[in-house]
């Protein structure tokens, strides 16, 4: 279970290996949830600091969806989910952002996509990528389909 793993911050360790306990925060700690502040508040005030708690919700799910998916998936891949139809950190991205988008990715997002997301997307892309980590999606179904719309796999009839 992903629970078990814990999230490299610094230093030179890896996902996995005991550290310092001040150089690591669990995976499940990363940002999930998007902030219940509104910018339809009267106080102009309050609305540009719940614009800067936006900002920082929204670069901290960025942040947390490039870890997932440069680190965390990958190393669950080599190690515990050698099943798993891919390994690289650039095909769990593309099967998530192609999931996200139901197509490829790249036909409806600008590039590079991380910097494009919406927050909605990148909520949706951290999502995924837990439900991946956590074995409660089929990642060989997600992938098959990304290929798919790719035309480099036939749909099965």
Request: net charge positive.
């Amino acid at each position: 279970m992903l629970k078990c793993w814990f999230v490299k911050l610094e230093g030179s360790r890896r996902i996995g290996e005991r550290c310092d306990q001040s150089l690591l925060r669990r995976v499940d700690q990363l940002p999930r949830c998007s902030s219940s502040l509104s910018m339809n508040d009267t106080d102009s005030s309050q609305g540009l600091w719940s614009l800067e708690v936006d900002r920082k919700n929204m670069r901290d799910l960025v942040n947390s969806y490039l870890h997932l998916t440069k680190e965390v998936l990958p190393s669950l891949a080599r190690s515990s989910r050698q099943d798993w139809p891919v390994r690289e950190d650039h095909c769990f991205q593309r099967i998530v952002l192609d999931t996200i988008c139901n197509g490829v990715w790249y036909e409806h997002l600008v590039r590079p996509a991380y910097k494009n997301l919406t927050h909605d997307e990148v909520q949706r892309a951290v999502d995924l990528c837990y439900e991946i980590a956590e074995g409660h999606v089929d990642l060989r179904q997600l992938n098959n389909q990304s290929l798919i719309w790719r035309g480099k796999r036939s749909a099965k009839t």
